[in-house]
Protein backbone atom coordinates (compact mmCIF):
# COMPACT_ATOMS: atom_id res chain seq x y z
CA UNK A 1 0.00 0.00 0.00
CA UNK A 2 1.03 3.48 0.26
CA UNK A 3 3.77 5.01 2.33
CA UNK A 4 4.04 8.48 4.34
CA UNK A 5 3.98 10.81 1.33
CA UNK A 6 4.78 14.91 1.93
CA UNK A 7 5.06 17.68 -0.03
CA UNK A 8 6.46 19.87 -1.39
CA UNK A 9 9.68 17.88 -1.51
CA UNK A 10 11.74 21.07 -1.83
CA UNK A 11 10.55 24.45 -0.96
CA UNK A 12 12.86 27.20 -1.17
CA UNK A 13 11.50 30.49 0.11
CA UNK A 14 12.45 34.00 1.51
CA UNK A 15 13.17 35.34 5.20
CA UNK A 16 10.16 36.23 6.82
CA UNK A 17 7.72 34.49 4.82
CA UNK A 18 5.23 31.87 5.56
CA UNK A 19 5.01 28.51 4.51
CA UNK A 20 3.18 25.15 4.77
CA UNK A 21 4.22 21.67 4.68
CA UNK A 22 1.71 18.65 4.17
CA UNK A 23 2.10 15.01 5.22
CA UNK A 24 -0.42 12.44 4.36
CA UNK A 25 0.22 9.48 6.54
CA UNK A 26 -0.43 5.95 5.65
CA UNK A 27 -4.34 5.14 5.91
CA UNK A 28 -5.40 4.13 8.98
CA UNK A 29 -2.64 5.22 11.06
CA UNK A 30 -3.82 7.53 13.79
CA UNK A 31 -0.54 8.50 15.49
CA UNK A 32 1.30 11.53 13.05
CA UNK A 33 4.85 13.33 13.89
CA UNK A 34 6.78 15.67 12.71
CA UNK A 35 10.64 15.71 13.06
CA UNK A 36 12.69 18.48 11.66
CA UNK A 37 16.79 17.18 10.91
CA UNK A 38 19.15 20.13 10.60
CA UNK A 39 22.27 19.55 7.89
CA UNK A 40 24.37 17.11 9.88
CA UNK A 41 22.03 16.48 12.87
CA UNK A 42 20.11 14.01 13.99
CA UNK A 43 16.13 13.91 14.02
CA UNK A 44 14.57 16.59 16.14
CA UNK A 45 11.15 15.48 17.61
CA UNK A 46 9.05 18.66 16.82
CA UNK A 47 4.79 17.31 17.34
CA UNK A 48 3.00 14.05 17.92
CA UNK A 49 -0.98 13.57 16.89
CA UNK A 50 -3.15 11.27 18.42
CA UNK A 51 -5.85 11.51 15.85
CA UNK A 52 -6.80 15.24 15.72
CA UNK A 53 -5.27 16.26 19.04
CA UNK A 54 -1.79 16.98 19.94
CA UNK A 55 -0.98 15.62 23.33
CA UNK A 56 2.83 15.94 22.83
CA UNK A 57 4.06 19.41 21.08
CA UNK A 58 6.69 19.51 23.73
CA UNK A 59 9.32 19.65 20.65
CA UNK A 60 7.88 23.21 18.72
CA UNK A 61 10.91 25.08 18.53
CA UNK A 62 9.02 29.01 19.29
CA UNK A 63 5.40 30.02 18.27
CA UNK A 64 5.87 31.21 14.80
CA UNK A 65 5.80 27.12 14.57
CA UNK A 66 2.15 25.36 14.12
CA UNK A 67 0.70 22.66 13.21
CA UNK A 68 -2.68 20.68 12.56
CA UNK A 69 -4.02 17.58 11.66
CA UNK A 70 -7.87 17.41 10.33
CA UNK A 71 -10.14 14.61 9.37
CA UNK A 72 -7.49 12.29 11.76
CA UNK A 73 -5.31 12.05 8.10
CA UNK A 74 -3.32 14.92 6.45
CA UNK A 75 -1.43 17.63 8.95
CA UNK A 76 -0.11 20.45 8.27
CA UNK A 77 2.80 22.18 9.49
CA UNK A 78 3.14 26.04 9.46
CA UNK A 79 6.36 28.21 9.99
CA UNK A 80 5.79 31.77 10.16
CA UNK A 81 8.17 34.63 9.34
CA UNK A 82 11.15 32.00 8.62
CA UNK A 83 14.07 32.35 9.77
CA UNK A 84 17.52 31.17 7.95
CA UNK A 85 18.02 28.74 11.13
CA UNK A 86 14.63 26.51 10.32
CA UNK A 87 16.40 25.66 6.98
CA UNK A 88 16.20 21.91 7.63
CA UNK A 89 14.58 18.55 6.32
CA UNK A 90 11.12 18.15 8.13
CA UNK A 91 10.31 14.95 8.57
CA UNK A 92 6.87 12.94 8.97
CA UNK A 93 6.26 9.88 10.25
CA UNK A 94 2.87 7.71 11.04
CA UNK A 95 2.26 4.61 13.33
CA UNK A 96 -0.78 2.55 14.04
CA UNK A 97 -2.11 3.79 17.58
CA UNK A 98 -1.56 1.00 20.23
CA UNK A 99 1.39 -0.25 18.95
CA UNK A 100 3.52 1.79 21.11
CA UNK A 101 6.12 4.73 19.51
CA UNK A 102 8.46 2.81 17.64
CA UNK A 103 7.14 1.21 14.50
CA UNK A 104 7.25 4.79 13.22
CA UNK A 105 6.95 4.69 9.34
CA UNK A 106 8.84 8.06 7.87
CA UNK A 107 7.66 10.30 4.78
CA UNK A 108 10.67 11.22 2.08
CA UNK A 109 10.93 14.38 3.79
CA UNK A 110 10.47 18.26 2.70
CA UNK A 111 13.60 19.83 2.10
CA UNK A 112 13.25 23.88 3.60
CA UNK A 113 15.67 26.27 2.73
CA UNK A 114 15.17 29.28 3.59
CA UNK A 115 17.23 32.53 1.88
CA UNK B 1 16.16 13.53 29.72
CA UNK B 2 17.33 10.76 27.20
CA UNK B 3 20.53 10.67 25.60
CA UNK B 4 21.13 8.48 22.58
CA UNK B 5 25.41 8.97 21.44
CA UNK B 6 26.35 7.50 18.06
CA UNK B 7 29.82 6.77 16.76
CA UNK B 8 31.45 7.09 15.04
CA UNK B 9 29.81 10.58 13.28
CA UNK B 10 31.69 9.43 9.80
CA UNK B 11 33.08 6.86 8.22
CA UNK B 12 34.79 5.69 4.50
CA UNK B 13 35.73 2.14 3.83
CA UNK B 14 35.76 -0.22 0.53
CA UNK B 15 33.78 -2.46 -0.45
CA UNK B 16 33.90 -5.49 1.26
CA UNK B 17 34.91 -4.07 3.98
CA UNK B 18 33.36 -4.72 7.94
CA UNK B 19 32.17 -1.78 9.43
CA UNK B 20 30.99 -1.74 13.37
CA UNK B 21 28.61 1.28 14.10
CA UNK B 22 28.08 2.37 18.13
CA UNK B 23 24.98 3.32 19.89
CA UNK B 24 25.07 4.26 23.93
CA UNK B 25 22.25 5.53 25.87
CA UNK B 26 20.86 7.06 28.70
CA UNK B 27 16.99 6.36 29.34
CA UNK B 28 15.24 6.16 31.82
CA UNK B 29 13.11 2.43 32.35
CA UNK B 30 14.55 1.59 28.75
CA UNK B 31 12.12 -0.68 26.91
CA UNK B 32 13.60 -0.85 23.29
CA UNK B 33 16.15 0.60 20.99
CA UNK B 34 16.09 1.05 17.38
CA UNK B 35 18.17 1.22 14.48
CA UNK B 36 17.51 2.94 10.65
CA UNK B 37 18.81 3.45 7.59
CA UNK B 38 18.54 7.32 6.11
CA UNK B 39 19.70 7.86 2.48
CA UNK B 40 18.52 11.06 0.77
CA UNK B 41 15.59 11.65 3.27
CA UNK B 42 13.30 8.97 4.23
CA UNK B 43 14.62 6.96 7.32
CA UNK B 44 13.99 2.94 6.84
CA UNK B 45 13.26 0.85 9.47
CA UNK B 46 15.81 -1.92 10.46
CA UNK B 47 16.15 -3.50 13.61
CA UNK B 48 14.41 -3.30 17.29
CA UNK B 49 16.23 -4.56 19.99
CA UNK B 50 14.36 -5.42 23.03
CA UNK B 51 16.84 -7.93 25.17
CA UNK B 52 20.15 -8.03 25.81
CA UNK B 53 22.65 -10.97 23.70
CA UNK B 54 20.41 -11.34 20.96
CA UNK B 55 21.60 -10.95 17.95
CA UNK B 56 18.87 -9.54 15.42
CA UNK B 57 20.01 -10.67 11.58
CA UNK B 58 19.67 -9.41 8.01
CA UNK B 59 21.38 -10.37 5.55
CA UNK B 60 24.80 -8.90 6.05
CA UNK B 61 23.35 -6.71 8.39
CA UNK B 62 22.94 -7.61 12.13
CA UNK B 63 23.02 -6.17 15.75
CA UNK B 64 22.91 -6.81 19.33
CA UNK B 65 22.18 -4.84 22.38
CA UNK B 66 24.04 -4.68 25.79
CA UNK B 67 21.44 -3.54 28.68
CA UNK B 68 24.57 -3.92 31.01
CA UNK B 69 27.08 -1.67 29.63
CA UNK B 70 23.77 0.85 27.77
CA UNK B 71 24.80 0.15 24.05
CA UNK B 72 24.38 -1.61 20.97
CA UNK B 73 26.42 -2.19 17.59
CA UNK B 74 25.19 -2.49 14.07
CA UNK B 75 27.74 -4.54 11.77
CA UNK B 76 27.59 -4.86 8.22
CA UNK B 77 29.52 -7.61 6.64
CA UNK B 78 30.60 -7.17 2.64
CA UNK B 79 29.78 -3.42 2.68
CA UNK B 80 28.71 -2.35 -0.84
CA UNK B 81 28.40 0.77 -2.42
CA UNK B 82 24.24 0.43 -1.86
CA UNK B 83 25.39 0.44 1.87
CA UNK B 84 26.05 4.44 1.50
CA UNK B 85 23.56 5.88 4.56
CA UNK B 86 23.15 7.85 7.59
CA UNK B 87 22.49 4.99 9.64
CA UNK B 88 20.38 6.09 13.39
CA UNK B 89 19.88 4.74 16.75
CA UNK B 90 16.47 5.55 18.36
CA UNK B 91 15.04 4.44 21.77
CA UNK B 92 11.38 5.67 22.67
CA UNK B 93 10.25 7.40 25.33
CA UNK B 94 8.49 5.73 28.30
CA UNK B 95 4.47 5.38 27.28
CA UNK B 96 2.97 6.32 30.89
CA UNK B 97 4.61 10.08 30.21
CA UNK B 98 2.42 10.88 27.75
CA UNK B 99 5.66 11.52 25.35
CA UNK B 100 5.23 9.58 21.93
CA UNK B 101 8.76 10.65 19.72
CA UNK B 102 11.62 8.82 19.22
CA UNK B 103 14.36 10.10 20.74
CA UNK B 104 17.07 9.67 17.65
CA UNK B 105 21.12 9.71 18.00
CA UNK B 106 22.81 12.08 15.55
CA UNK B 107 23.49 9.08 13.39
CA UNK B 108 26.83 7.86 11.77
CA UNK B 109 27.20 9.00 7.89
CA UNK B 110 28.93 5.54 5.83
CA UNK B 111 30.35 5.77 2.35
CA UNK B 112 31.68 2.95 0.94
CA UNK B 113 34.02 3.64 -1.73
CA UNK B 114 33.68 1.09 -4.49
Known amino acids: GAGVSQSPSNKVTEKGKDVELRCDPI?????LYWYRQSLGQGLEFLIYFQGNSAPDKSGLPSDRFSAERTGGSVSTLTIQRTQQEDSAVYLCASSLAGRGPYEQYFGPGTRLTVT | EDKVVQSPLSLVVHEGDTVTLNCSYE??????LLWYKQEKKAPTFLFML????IEKKSGRLSSILDKKELFSILNITATQTGDSAVYLC??????????????FGSGTRLQVQP
Open chain 2, 27 to 32: VTNFRS
Open chain 1, 27 to 31: SGHTA
Open chain 2, 90 to 103: AVPPVMDTGRRALT
Open chain 2, 50 to 53: TSSG
